[in-house]
Structures are given as structure tokens and as C-alpha cells.
């Protein structure tokens, strides 16, 4: 089959590899229908996520129709079923999935024992991502072998496209859960940092739990103006102060509520001395992550507010001024996403017409042109936002 | 690194047969290829500026070899970095100060100006490359000028804003 394969930093192929097959009776074999290009897969196409290894397969936003079904997953699927796969690989059965926290599942870690040692505690298997996190095959690939298949999918109806159910998998869920993680009351201003999909589904969540006003900050335009269809007031960061807008549209107080959907590769600019002291020492490996968003979240979030985060960091960051978010009374929740916690819930919104997430796909490709949209994607060419592959 | 070198994957993982079409063109792999030769370049000048200077005739200037090697680095360092357009334009800047410093030293009244000339003939080759992968890349990766693509009829709400913003069920 034909898959996009992870070959170094910068370097990924469209290779033909062999095909998955059954490896234990809890797993199953989809036939990938749509796969999507994740913000998060370019911080492993720049090699800033630590584990990876040459030849692993790249994708964690996959839907597909199932084609094989091993012996102790029968019960909850058959072949012909049309399944959306979370990008965190859980059991169903462990302390933490029983409590919903199942992006940290006990058991779904192939690499536990390495993850145990970096991590002090193992969190769960991802599709698609580093060794850390058990180096799964990921779905951009024309098949994909699902493990614990029985309790990782999400089933979805015929009657809505692949376009309108395939975020239900990553992003969807990822800017729900960082708007949740705010618990948003109807006075609240929430400032969401950085409109890629993420950002834009945080943004589109923040309007559905009934925040007062969003504030949506980038530097891109057409990220901007996609941000103010949502519903988002924007500030361009490379034109206008944050701090002063954001002081400006809350009275002075600050937003109550902050959610950044940057991460670890946040903008350099000459205006933000502290953004080039980060990407100098990401160079040469002084500092893994730059963490600009943190820091100024912390500095303009109203005192007793939340800051969420929902972008990628991978290990290492300087100069956080905790002692300001100590002071400040600020609350900080964070976590890679507990997609099946909120799919439910969201799949029923789809289905009723309250959102239709395909509004942020911009780009559908080919699975081979799959290497020139990492590209085109990462240095936002063609306006592009959100790239969808059809193997 | 040994646990990540023993984290082998499942027998049943997919194995590349043959490898296909990929994300770095020749401008990214001559970026890569000149940061490195800018690395050892800027190693060489640091630390063995004095070997460096006899050879070109260039004694008593030690100093400016050492500062050259450190730039060398610095360029080679960004010129490796997931965007090297920045590098290879500093790399063009430093080869103009190379040019201009060889070309002193290769109209001195020494038997070595023979080894100096040398040297500038390979900084003016090595010039043209840099020019040539800086040309590549922003051709390849530049963002085109403009506002870009307007998305303000992409609110993803089928009933509408109002209808969202009352939407808490």
C-alpha cells in the first residue's frame, strides 16, 4: 500500500510499504477513506518531537471503512462499518479510561517502559507520533490497523460525509476540550492564540458554550478572516499591540480565559525580542519549545482566570514567569486530547446542525501529493489552513 | 538513545519496499549541504586560525579568521534550521567579506598570494552556490504576497452566528 512515511527532519515520502494485517484479537483493519495534514504533524515534519524513527508512518486524523476484524472485537464492530479513529489509541478498560482521561490510558503504550523513564508515568499510544508514545503507524495510508479496536473508534452514519465527521478524531474534539477546559460563563472574554484548525474549532466551541466575546489573534489573513466568520474579534499581532487590545475589549481587566492553539513553534518576529532569543536557542538545542504564547497569556489573563492549552509541547521552555500566574491566582489545564470523553456529544451537534467542521478544510489532495502539502501547508502557501488526503 | 534504538515496532508494522516522492527539493538539500560545510569551515577557522593565516599570508590577523569561523558557524547553524533562507542570506553577506579580505591578501607582495588566489576562486564558486540555493528556496517556500484568500463566508455554523451563540445544550 502507499503511505506517507516519516524519513528525518523535513523529509517525507510517499513510499509503498507492506500492508497491516490482524496482530491481536482486539485489533481492526480500516480502508482509509480521508486522512488529514494535523498542525501537530509539522512539529514531527521539523523533528521537534523527540522518538521519532525513519520509516514511520505520519497521520492521526483518519476515517475509514473496516475491512478485517479480529476475534475479541467483533462484538463492537463488523466489517462495512464506517469509523472515524481518535488519534489516542485507549482500552476502555484501565483506571484512567474508566475515569475518561483516555489520553493518558494505562495500557495502550506499546513503549511504556521508555515512556515511564522520559515521562515519569506513561500517557497513552498515539497514531502517528513519536516512539514516546508507542510509535503506531499512523493513517496516511491507504490502510491502517487500528489496535484495541473495540474501544477505539467512533462509529458515524452514512448520512454524513467524510468531510463532516473526520475532525471528530483530533482537531474537533482538541478545540472543544481546550473551550471546556475554560469553563466559560456568559460574561467571559476568551482570547484564543493562533487561528490554524485548531484554533478555529476552539474559537467556533468557545461560541457554542456561550462565551460573551472571542478574541482571535494570528498574523495570517486569510486565518484572520476565517477566525472572524466564526464569530471571533481579531487582532493581527504584527499590526497592533495584544496587550492593549486585549486590555482595550475588557475594560482593562484582561480576558478571563486564555487558550492557546500555538504550541511549541510559536511566530519569530523582530517586534518580540523574546521570540528570537527562543528560536536561537532551538537552534542549537538550548531550549526545546518556544513558548512566547505562554508567557504573554500569563501576563494579560485577568487574575483567578484560566489558561488553557491545547498546542503541542514536547519538552523543555525558559523564562516562564510563574511567578506572575503564582501571584495572579491563574489556573493552568492542559493535556494531550480525551477525544472519546467529548465525541458523542459533538457527533450529535454535527448531526443536528449546530456545526459543520468541514468549514476549515481548504485544500483536498491526492494521498501521493501528500509531500508537497506538508509543504504547502507549513509555509502557508495557496492560503492554505487545513489539507485533506483521499488515498 | 539506547531505549529508543531497542523500541523496535511490531513485526506486523509496515516496512518500506520502495521509497517515493518526497518534501526536500534541491534548494532544501544544498541548504543542508552548505550549513554543514559552513560548520567545518567555522570549526577550522576558530581553532586553527593560525594555520590559516600563515597560509594565506594573513599573520597578525588571527583575530578576524576566529571571528570568521564564528559567523561561519552561526550561518551554518541556520542555514541546518527548519527554515534556512535566513542562513544562506548570511552566508552570501559573509562571502562578500571573504571575497574582499582575499582579494587583499591575493595582491600582496608575497610567494604565498599564489594560495590566496586560490582561495578566493573557491569562495567565488562557493558564492554563486549560495546565491543559487537562496534563489531556490524562496522560490520554493515563500509565502505570495497579498492579503491571501478571504474565508469570512466560512463560519461552520449551517443555522447561522446567532443561532450558535445560542446553542448551550
Redesign the interface.
Given at each position: 500500500?502507499?503511505?506517507l512515511?516519516w524519513?528525518g527532519?523535513?523529509?517525507?515520502?510517499?513510499?509503498?510499504?507492506?500492508?497491516?494485517?490482524i496482530?491481536d484479537p482486539r485489533d481492526a483493519i480500516i480502508k482509509v477513506t480521508s486522512c488529514a495534514i494535523c498542525g501537530s504533524d509539522l512539529h514531527l515534519?521539523?523533528n521537534f518531537i523527540p522518538?521519532m524513527?525513519n520509516?514511520d508512518?505520519m497521520g492521526h486524523e483518519m476515517m475509514g471503512e473496516v475491512v478485517e476484524v479480529g476475534s475479541e472485537a467483533k462484538g463492537k464492530l463488523k466489517k462495512g462499518d464506517r469509523i472515524v479513529v481518535p488519534f489516542t489509541i485507549i482500552c476502555g478498560q484501565c483506571d484512567q479510561c474508566r475515569r475518561g482521561n483516555f489520553s493518558v490510558c494505562e495500557r495502550s503504550n506499546?513503549?511504556k517502559?521508555?515512556a515511564d523513564?522520559v515521562y515519569g508515568h506513561s500517557t497513552a499510544g498515539l497514531f502517528g507520533y513519536t516512539?514516546l508514545t508507542g510509535?503506531y503507524?499512523g493513517g496516511q495510508?491507504e490502510y491502517l490497523?487500528v489496535p484495541f479496536a473495540d474501544a477505539t473508534h467512533i462509529k458515524v452514519p452514512d448520512n454524513l460525509t467524510d468531510e463532516q465527521v473526520l475532525f471528530l478524531g483530533d482537531i474537533f474534539p482538541t478545540g472543544w476540550q481546550a473551550a471546556a477546559h475554560c469553563d466559560i460563563e456568559p460574561t467571559d472574554t476568551v482570547a484564543v492564540w493562533g487561528c490554524g484548525p485548531v484554533g478555529?474549532m476552539a474559537i467556533?466551541s468557545a461560541?457554542?458554550?456561550?462565551a460573551r466575546q472571542v478574541v482571535a489573534i494570528d498574523c495570517?489573513?486569510?486565518?484572520l478572516?476565517?477566525a472572524?466568520?466564526?464569530?471571533a474579534i481579531t487582532i493581527n499581532f504584527e499590526t497592533e499591540s495584544v496587550i492593549e487590545r486585549l486590555n482595550d475589549l475588557t475594560s482593562g481587566k484582561g480576558p478571563e480565559k486564555c487558550i492557546d492553539a500555538v504550541g511549541l513553534e510559536s511566530h519569530v518576529s523582530m517586534g518580540q525580542p523574546d521570540t528570537l532569543l527562543d528560536r536561537a536557542k532551538q537552534?542549537?538545542m538550548m531550549e526545546s519549545d518556544r513558548p512566547h504564547v505562554v508567557r504573554e497569556m500569563i501576563y494579560v489573563c485577568r487574575p483567578g482566570g484560566i489558561i488553557s492549552i491545547p498546542g503541542v509541547y514536547s519538552g523543555l521552555v525558559d523564562k516562564i514567569p510563574l511567578g506572575i500566574a503564582m501571584n495572579k491566582g491563574l489556573s493552568f489545564r492542559m493535556g494531550q486530547t480525551h477525544v472519546n470523553r467529548w465525541t458523542d456529544d459533538l457527533l450529535r451537534?454535527i448531526e443536528e446542525?449546530?456545526?459543520?467542521?468541514s468549514?476549515?478544510i481548504?485544500h483536498t489532495a491526492r494521498l501521493?501529493d501528500g509531500?508537497?502539502m506538508?509543504?504547502m501547508f507549513r509555509?502557508?502557501?495557496?492560503?492554505c489552513?487545513k489539507v485533506v488526503l483521499k488515498p | 538513545m539506547n531505549?529508543?534504538m531497542k523500541?523496535a515496532?511490531?513485526p506486523?508494522?509496515?516496512?518500506?519496499?520502495?521509497?517515493?516522492?518526497?518534501?526536500?527539493a534541491s534548494p532544501?538539500q544544498l541548504a543542508r549541504g552548505l550549513g554543514w560545510f559552513s560548520i567545518g569551515l567555522g570549526m577550522l577557522e576558530l581553532f586553527g586560525a593560525h594555520r590559516v593565516a600563515r597560509t594565506l599570508g594573513l599573520e597578525g590577523s588571527e583575530w578576524m579568521i576566529r571571528a570568521c569561523g564564528a559567523r561561519e558557524i552561526g550561518s551554518g547553524?541556520?542555514c541546518?534550521?527548519?527554515n534556512p533562507a535566513p542562513g544562506v542570506a548570511a552566508r552570501i553577506a559573509g562571502d562578500a567579506l571573504d571575497i574582499a579580505t582575499l582579494a587583499v591578501a591575493a595582491q600582496q607582495d608575497d610567494p604565498r598570494r599564489g594560495n590566496a588566489q586560490l582561495a578566493l576562486l573557491a569562495v567565488l564558486g562557493i558564492t554563486v552556490l549560495d546565491v543559487i540555493c537562496h534563489q531556490g528556496l524562496t522560490a520554493?517556500?515563500?509565502?505570495?504576497p497579498g492579503?491571501?484568500?478571504?474565508?469570512?463566508?466560512?463560519?461552520?455554523?449551517?443555522?447561522g452566528?446567532a443561532?450558535?451563540?445560542n446553542?448551550?445544550v
Open positions: 500500500m502507499k503511505a512515511v524519513h527532519k523535513q523529509d517525507i515520502r510517499c513510499d509503498q510499504v507492506s500492508d497491516p494485517g496482530e515534519f521539523h522518538a524513527k520509516g508512518i506499546r513503549n517502559e521508555m523513564k516512539h510509535g503507524p495510508a490497523r478555529q467556533r461560541i457554542l458554550l456561550g495570517i489573513p486569510e486565518r478572516s476565517m472572524q466568520a466564526g464569530g537552534a542549537v451537534r446542525g449546530q456545526i459543520d467542521p468549514f476549515v481548504t501521493e509531500p508537497e506538508y509543504k509555509d502557508k502557501q495557496d492560503s489552513i | 531505549m529508543l523500541s515496532r511490531s506486523g508494522d509496515p516496512r518500506v519496499i520502495s521509497t517515493g516522492p518526497g518534501t526536500l532544501d547553524v541556520a541546518l534550521s527548519v520554493r517556500h515563500a509565502r505570495q492579503p491571501g484568500r478571504d474565508y469570512r463566508d466560512r463560519s461552520g455554523f449551517p443555522k452566528l443561532h450558535a451563540r446553542a448551550q
